[in-house]
């Protein structure tokens, strides 16, 4: 069935903050052809567009003034090999964490570092989604998506997707106007463990001393994180809602002087990355709350919607951390979360 427009749609449930939004339009696309008629309803015609996918990373502080297009195409299918890779194309809409897992189930390890990261396949090249020291660019082969200029599918290889620290051209030259269709992953043949993240290896380590394998990996990674990160089915939230700031040498330097256990990882250039939830943290914003908004207690980087929070109160509690870094510290920190 064609996917259908539906007039000032609730998005409570399409977002992971659960916080109360309407959208003037909103269509589920379940299949790539239903997309393009869906642009091209006269309806909608002119009005804004915006492109969802788990909603797991972005805030409504306001109702959405024009067209809400939800992302679910599936599939999962062996597409070929390269020289040392095994290739998947996956549907834009597929779960994230369920594929990795039944890509592991198979005998294709490559994705573990990143299990249990909430969201769909077709948003984790927008953002380059990363944890435990590695990130979806590192297993990216192509990305198919829908140019709405030029009203054509295209494929990209990962070169053209531009990716950097949770960042790639759908954020910038492309944004609003490509549309992730499927995503083909590349796993490689000659499986390693990606290690060297300090927590994921005092994890494993306590398990044993062997090289550990993928599952295990993605069984330490699920422990850690759900230790450290809230469910958004039990408590609204959009996973770090900053991005960990990068920092000169010089204004590195400087903060040490001041703040000696500063947590900073360096970067190749001579920059250096600051983690985010320290700054927060040494504020004293870890655990604080505003209203039904707070700093989630056991990892600052995270806001959570304690029940009930409007859009507004959760960006209100972001604009006083930002506020509290910068006096504190003079570092910028910049949302990691979409904000609508
Ligand atoms: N820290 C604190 N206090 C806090 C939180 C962190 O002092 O409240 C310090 C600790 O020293 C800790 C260090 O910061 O060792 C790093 O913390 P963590 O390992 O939790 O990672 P992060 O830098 O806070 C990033 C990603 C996460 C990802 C983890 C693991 C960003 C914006 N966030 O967080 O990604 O899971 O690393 O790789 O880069 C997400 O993007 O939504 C996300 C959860």
Same mark, same amino acid.
């Given at each position: ?38 642009? *091209?309803?006269?309806?909608? *015609? ?85 944890? +435990?020291?590695?990130?979806? $660019? ?58 060297? +993240? ?66 900073? +990882? ?21 655990? $604080? ?6 700093? +989630? ?44």
């Amino acid at each position: 069935m064609p996917a259908e427009l539906q007039a000032n749609a609730s998005l409570n449930a399409l977002n992971a903050f659960g916080v109360n939004a309407t959208a003037a339009w909103l269509a589920h696309v379940q299949c790539e052809s239903d997309l393009a008629p869906v642009l *091209a309803d006269r309806r909608v *015609a002119g009005w804004p567009q915006l492109v969802l996918g788990g909603g797991t990373n972005i805030l409504f502080a306001s109702d959405f003034p024009g067209l809400v297009v939800r992302v679910g195409i599936p599939g999962l299918r062996a597409a070929g090999q390269t020289g040392d890779s095994w290739l998947f194309e996956i549907g834009a809409g597929m779960d994230w964490h369920h594929t990795v897992q039944s890509l592991l189930e198979a005998g294709f390890g490559g994705l573990e570092n990143l299990a249990l990261i909430p969201g769909t396949v077709g948003a984790a090249p927008i953002q380059n989604i990363g944890a +435990y020291g590695l990130e979806i $660019a590192e297993r990216l082969h192509s990305v198919r998506a829908w140019d709405c200029r030029g009203q054509a599918v295209v494929q990209m290889d990962a070169a053209e997707c531009g990716f950097g620290y949770r960042d790639s051209v759908f954020k910038r030259e492309y944004k609003g106007s490509r549309i992730v269709l499927s995503v083909t992953l590349a796993l490689p043949k000659r499986w390693q463990p990606v290690l060297g +993240y300090t927590e994921l290896d005092r994890e494993l380590k306590a398990l044993s001393n062997q090289t550990p394998s993928a599952g295990e990996i993605f069984n330490a990674v699920c422990a850690i994180r759900r230790r450290k990160l809230p469910d958004p089915a039990l408590l609204g939230n959009a996973g770090s809602f900053f991005k960990n700031p990068i920092v000169t040498r010089e204004k590195r330097t400087e903060l040490i002087s001041h703040f000696p256990s500063l947590v900073s +990882y360096a970067l190749s250039g001579g920059r250096f990355k600051l983690a985010a939830g320290w700054l927060i943290e040494a504020c004293g914003m870890k655990g $604080a709350s505003r209203g039904r908004a707070a700093v +989630y207690d056991r990892q600052a980087l995270v806001l959570v919607n304690r029940g009930g929070a409007t859009g507004r109160e959760i960006l209100d509690l972001a604009s006083e951390v930002q506020a509290r870094v910068a006096e504190k510290f003079g570092v910028v920190l910049e949302p990691e979360a979409v904000i609508v």
